[in-house]
């Protein structure tokens, strides 16, 4: 759907609820200000978010008439659309609300609120583990959430990039263990994509790990959290009548977590189960409706669980420009960003690409693309050699390796985008590079295509998310993708494009679809212009705290370099 499509049906919807809560609960009010209201509640739930605050700066918010925040209030209140138990909105203070978002996200912080007064069951006593041996690596706040998990039966973990979140995770792991060694531990995430992450990272972190501790660690699933849950189209089988057999789950990436998936897991986790939730405030919010993350960061939230919340603040990782523009875009404004940019050093890992052809993607963008691809086709003929012609499957070490090199080398970057059509998007790129074989779908595709799978398929062990390529066997195209289950370790595998409910080309995703990701080298199109309002009003949000998490989230993806390509018009 284009973006002029979207505002007009989300407009259209906005209308429609106007008139059904109307007949409902005829009013006296201004239908003027009832409607922004409605406008403005259903464009937060297009964010993730489940309210609208009356904020008396007008320009934090998108209303459309006159007298905010006063008059909007006053007819809100007279309206009778807050009165009783069954009214549609709930007002709090200065946040408006659908009663049924409320309501639902109120019963969920009470549930990890109660949670977090409860202690793990594998602590039988007070331990005599030492919960710092072997930690001496860690700074004390790193320490402060060791030792929490022999208090807690919820962790809250926080932090930007490079600030040790895993390096934590690690050593929460291993004390635990050390008190009992037969734990049944979890690690989930959103994504396929975060879920490898997350499992490269532990991997790597392990490097200095006593070698009894080594072969546990490595032994512990990594899944999406719709794997955990074994998710169907009826909804999750984990459920309350089928719990989850964990003693711990830690799930990483909880920016991107709305409330119904929030809400699976509480109902599949065993209520003595330890959880430990791992984020990044500063990202985007999650597509679904409600950010649990950011409500559980709330400053009356923030001081109700303080006691199990721990925010890492000390960089490790040596990113560059890279880190101070991350800073810059969380505390300053985009316009502060933007200026940062001008004056970036000559040996700097950040890269602008000015462009004013509107109709055009840059040259230079089109050319790291080439050349990535030149790159995987010598190791895509590599693992076709190593294949026997008979089969079509990856059965010897040799060729699963080949085959993990391939998909390794095909992570090295990314290419992201603000938004799916128009000008510098998802669309325009594969339009660029792929012509009129674009729409004739993945049959068409030239071999070597990135791919990307667009739906949940646990029959396929494929998330929505993953990264893939085509390859051609016998005058027969498949789809080379990692697999991961609960009962099998990560492996390759050769799928049928037939088997893939939806799949789409990936030579570049948009943002959104790159949370929990990372890159050596990214490029971000930045089609907006650094003064100006976003183009496409409902893809955007005209919302300048989230064009910053769009930019913060895109520019974090880069571990090495990052080009970002900016338009401006001539």
């Known amino acids: 759907m284009r973006i002029h499509e979207k505002s007009q049906s989300h407009s259209k919807i ?164 050390s008190i009992e060694d037969s734990l049944k531990i979890g690690l989930a995430a959103p994504t396929g994509k975060a879920t490898r992450r997350l499992e490269d990272t532990i991997q790597n972190s392990l490097k200095n790990v006593d070698n009894k501790y080594t072969e546990k660690l490595l032994d512990i699933p990594c899944l999406t959290i719709h794997s955990w849950l074994q998710a169907n189209e009826e909804g999750f089988i984990k459920c309350k009548t089928n719990k989850l057999k964990l003693d711990i789950l830690i799930i990483d990436e909880m920016s991107m977590v709305d409330i119904s998936l929030m809400q699976g897991v509480i109902n599949a986790l065993p209520n003595q189960s330890q959880l430990i939730l791992v984020g990044d405030l500063d990202q985007l919010p999650p597509v679904g409706i409600g950010a649990v993350w950011n409500e559980l960061q709330r400053k009356n939230n923030q001081f109700n669980f303080k006691h199990c919340a721990v925010h890492l603040t000390k960089l490790y990782r040596n990113r560059g420009e890279l880190a101070s523009l991350s800073k810059v875009i969380r505390s300053k404004s985009l316009e502060s960003f933007f200026k940062k940019l001008t004056h970036l050093p000559n040996k700097s890992n950040v890269k602008v690409i000015s462009s004013s052809s509107k109709g055009e993607i840059p040259k230079t963008i089109i050319q790291s693309i080439r050349s990535h691809e030149k790159s995987l086709t010598k190791l895509r003929i590599k693992l076709k050699n190593l294949m026997q012609s008979n089969r079509n499957d990856l059965n010897s070490a040799e060729e699963n390796q080949a085959a993990e090199n391939l998909l390794n080398c095909l992570d090295q970057l990314i290419v992201l985008c603000p938004r799916r059509y128009g000008l510098w998007s998802v669309d325009h790129i594969h339009k660029t590079l792929l012509g009129e074989k674009l729409k004739e779908g993945v049959s068409q595709w030239p071999e070597g295509t990135p791919v990307i799978c667009s739906q949940n398929q646990n029959e396929l062990h494929l998330s929505n998310g993953d990264i893939g390529m085509i390859i051609e066997r016998r005058k027969c195209k498949y789809l080379l993708f990692r697999v991961n289950s609960v009962d099998e370790k990560k492996r390759c595998q050769l799928i049928h494009p037939a088997r893939v409910k939806i799949i789409e080309p990936a030579y570049a995703i948009t943002i959104h679809k790159a949370q929990g990701s990372e890159s050596n080298h990214v490029i971000c199109m930045w089609p907006n212009q650094p003064k100006s309002k976003p183009i496409g009003y409902r893809d955007f949000r005209e919302n300048e705290d989230y064009e910053k998490k769009l930019i913060y989230t895109a520019i974090t993806r880069a571990k090495i370099e990052l080009n970002l390509a900016i338009f401006l018009e001539s």
């Open 14 to 177: 906005a209308i429609a609820l106007y008139k059904i809560l109307s007949k409902r609960i005829p009013h006296n009010s201004s239908c003027v200000h009832l409607k922004d209201l409605v406008h403005l509640l259903m464009e937060a739930l297009s964010r993730g978010e489940i309210s609208i605050s009356f904020d008396q700066d007008h320009s934090k918010n998108t209303s459309k008439t006159d007298g905010w925040p006063d008059e909007h209030i006053n007819e809100i209140k007279s309206s009778g659309w807050l009165d009783g138990d069954k009214s549609p909105m709930v007002l709090k203070g200065i946040e408006l609300s659908w009663r049924r978002w409320h309501e639902e996200m109120k019963s969920l912080l009470e549930t990890l609120l109660e949670k977090s007064f409860s202690k793990p069951k594998y602590i039988k006593s007070i331990s005599s583990k030492d919960p710092f041996q072997g930690t001496s690596k860690l700074n004390s706040k790193q320490l402060s959430a060791v030792n929490a998990i022999s208090k807690t039966n919820l962790l809250l973990l926080s932090g930007g990039p490079g600030t040790g979140k895993t390096s934590t995770i690690v050593s929460i792991l291993i004390y635990a263990l």
